[in-house]
Structures are given as structure tokens and as C-alpha cells.
Antibody, heavy 121, light 113 residues
Framework: EVQLLESGGGLVQPGGSLRLSCAASGFTFSTYAMFWVRQAPEKGLEWVATIDNGSGAKTLYADSVKGRFTISRDNSRNTLYLQMSSLRAEDTAIYYC?????????????WGQGTLVPVSS | DIVMTQSPESLAVSQGERATFNCKSSQTVLNSANNKNYLAWYQQKPGQPPKLLIYWASTRESGVPDRFSGSGSGTDFTLTISSLQAEDVAVYYCHQHYITPHTFGQGTKLEIK
């Protein structure tokens, strides 16, 4: 059974940093591209970042987070990360990790339960 | 960026009746190399993550009831629930994964009339 479990969320001040983790199980993690998607309170879904399969050499970012967020993966730990810095109030959201069906041009087959990141002083 | 526009914003349908959701993309999401539409539909119930319903515009995900169906190609797509059940109350999102940035529609909220 595929499972994705996000962690690392919590209250952070504007300008602060946070690292989110997504522990994956039930599939061969290294062979799948992975995604981060966020959802601001009472709002819709926003793609945040993509990392390709294998070594994760290819990464893509939404303009709204480019230069501030970094997606990475540790295939030995079956874990996806999102390093977030210079956080702003508008980054407040539930952050979901999602699994592809293989490559980066994929629909999002499975989603984690999400982790909440409130950015506030 | 490809803009995904869903209509209506909200929908109230009686149990047992048909519900129809529309999604229009600002550019084609049809890949002519493999003849696949890079369009998916998700269902999100309150307090839950999105759940995949339909992929490649018309393929039902395993385990999804057959009252859910998807259609369309190119830039115009439809999700249909043939006979609404109470547990179908949710927000429904379309999603293009053809071109980065991947983009979602704003969602259609479905309620029981």
C-alpha cells in the first residue's frame, strides 16, 4: 500500500525557515518523480515543486517560490524534502507531497495527508 | 502558463441526479505524440487531501465508482457523476500536467440539493 507521510510543519515567523519531509513507503521510491503542492486556507491547489526520479537532478519550481524553496530527495531514506526559507505570510498553507506515475509530466497518483505551515509573527 | 477555468463555481444537485463539471484550458493539453490528454480530475472532501478520480481525461482510477466519468479533448473537458450520492459532496478540481507549471482549476463545490 502506497503511503506518504508529511512532517515538519508548524508555526514560523516571516523571514524564517522550515524543512518539510515526506516519508514514502509501499513503492520503489527512487523510480518515481515526486511533487509538492500547497493549499492556502479555504483556497485551491497550487503546484509548488517537482523533482524527477533517480538522482533528482532535475527540479522545477513555481515562480512564487523560486529562489526560496528547494526540493530534494534521499532515496536511501525513501524521503522527499522541501527546504523553505525567507517565508512570507502568503506561504501559509497545507503542504502536500504527491507521487507521480513515473516521470515529471505525470498526474498525481497518490497524496499525503499534508502538513500545515502557518507563517505569522 | 496554462490557465484552467472550471465552471460552475458551485453546483447543487439532488441525490440520484446527474452532476456535470466543466474545465477549459487556455492551451491544448493534448500531446499529439502519444494522443493523450494530460488532464486529471481530483475529488477533495473537507479535511482530506485530494484524491485522484480520472486521468488521461477519461480513464477512471482503480476503485473509483463507475458513476464517475470523464470526457473531452484538447482544451475542453467534462467530469460527470451519473447518479449523485451523498458521499460525493466535495470540491472537484481539474489539473493539467502537460506543461510546467502544472496548474489546477479553481475548483467546483458540489452540494446536495
Amino acid at each position: 500500500e502506497v503511503q506518504l507521510l508529511e512532517s515538519g510543519g508548524g508555526l514560523v515567523q516571516p523571514g524564517g525557515s522550515l524543512r518539510l519531509s515526506c516519508a514514502a513507503s509501499g513503492f520503489t521510491f527512487s523510480t518515481y518523480a515526486m511533487f509538492w503542492v500547497r493549499q492556502a486556507p479555504e483556497k485551491g491547489l497550487e503546484w509548488v515543486a517537482t523533482i524527477d526520479n533517480g538522482s533528482g537532478a532535475k527540479t522545477l519550481y513555481a515562480d512564487s517560490v523560486k529562489g526560496r524553496f528547494t526540493i530534494s530527495r534521499d532515496n536511501s531514506r525513501n524521503t522527499l524534502y522541501l527546504q523553505m526559507s525567507s517565508l512570507r505570510a502568503e506561504d501559509t498553507a497545507i503542504y502536500y507531497c504527491a507521487k507521480s506515475i513515473g516521470g515529471i509530466s505525470s498526474y498525481y497518483e497518490y497524496w499525503g495527508q499534508g502538513t500545515l505551515v502557518p507563517v505569522s509573527s | 502558463d496554462i490557465v484552467m477555468t472550471q465552471s460552475p463555481e458551485s453546483l447543487a444537485v439532488s441525490q440520484g441526479e446527474r452532476a456535470t463539471f466543466n474545465c477549459k484550458s487556455s492551451q491544448t493539453v493534448l500531446n499529439s505524440a502519444n494522443n493523450k490528454n494530460y488532464l486529471a480530475w481530483y475529488q477533495q472532501k473537507p479535511g482530506q487531501p485530494p484524491k485522484l478520480l480520472i486521468y488521461w481525461a477519461s480513464t477512471r482510477e482503480s476503485g473509483v465508482p463507475d458513476r464517475f466519468s470523464g470526457s473531452g479533448s484538447g482544451t475542453d473537458f467534462t467530469l460527470t457523476i451519473s447518479s449523485l450520492q451523498a458521499e460525493d459532496v466535495a470540491v472537484y478540481y481539474c489539473h493539467q500536467h502537460y506543461i510546467t507549471p502544472h496548474t489546477f482549476g479553481q475548483g467546483t463545490k458540489l452540494e446536495i440539493k
